[in-house]
């Protein structure tokens, strides 16, 4: 079994959409939660950066964490053509000496005008 | 800031030929990682360094890849003999007291 596990789609959705992508993981360690958008032939970019359980907001973007569930969602208001990417969900335990993250497969999302 | 820079961005070879990739991380960050992409297996990550120092180098597929981080501003990933593959991108990520990685903009290797 994968410690992170998310739908590597594709999901395509109309303009305008409300959209939900997710993750979930079975290390409890995990502590530090991520979410990082890839373009097509770019490298992937943070969106998203959150240690609680509980909500998080930045424009259109919402990162949602339960850690008793296991569970991460990133919800894409009004979603824009623009949107159009692969989303992976990444995770760590935060060590001060650095440590690895662990990703989830990417979740290819593309938004219809 | 500049980001993380790698260098080259674009790399074709001939099989059994040396490649050399680049990376100079964010200044301050004290981590660095290199990772594999490709379409079967995904985002894999090869090795990575606290402090200049490798941690981790259970992802190196084989003997064929080394990687150095000879100061806090420079590394390299080498790949010799390269092997058809290999082919992929490689990326450079860095972070500061294992928070949040950023990436570069990657290589893509192509090995003929």
């Known amino acids: 079994q994968k410690e992170v596990e998310q739908d590597p789609g594709p999901l395509s959705v109309p303009e305008g959409a409300i959209v939900s992508l997710n993750c979930t993981y079975s290390?409890?360690?995990?502590?530090?939660f991520m979410w990082y958008r890839q373009y097509s032939r770019k490298g992937p970019e943070l969106l998203m950066y959150?240690?609680?359980?509980g909500n998080k907001e930045d424009g259109r973007f919402t990162a949602q964490v339960d850690k008793s569930s296991k569970y991460i969602s990133l919800f894409i208001r009004d979603s824009q053509p623009s949107d159009s990417a692969t989303y992976l969900c990444?995770?760590?335990?935060?060590?001060?000496?650095?440590?690895?993250?662990?990703f989830g497969e990417g979740t290819q999302l593309t938004v219809n005008p | 800031d500049a980001g993380v820079i790698q260098s080259p961005r674009h790399e074709v070879t001939e099989m059994g030929q040396e490649v050399t990739l680049r990376c100079k991380p964010i200044s301050g960050h004290n981590s660095l990682f290199w990772y594999r992409q490709t379409m079967m297996r995904g985002l894999e990550l090869l090795i990575y360094?606290?402090?200049?120092?490798?941690?981790?180098d259970s992802g190196m597929p084989e003997d064929r890849f080394s990687a150095k981080m000879p100061n806090a501003s420079f590394s390299t990933l080498k790949i010799q003999p390269s092997e058809p593959r290999d082919s992929a991108v490689y990326f450079c990520?860095?972070?500061?007291?294992?928070?949040?990685?950023?990436f570069g903009p990657g290589t893509r290797l192509l090995v003929l």
């Open positions: 360094f606290n402090n200049n120092v490798p941690i981790d």
């Open positions: 959150t240690y609680s359980s």
């Open positions: 290390n409890s360690a995990f502590q530090y």
């Open positions: 990520a860095s972070s500061h007291r294992g928070e949040t990685q950023y």
């Open positions: 990444a995770m760590n335990r935060h060590e001060t000496s650095g440590s690895r993250l662990t």
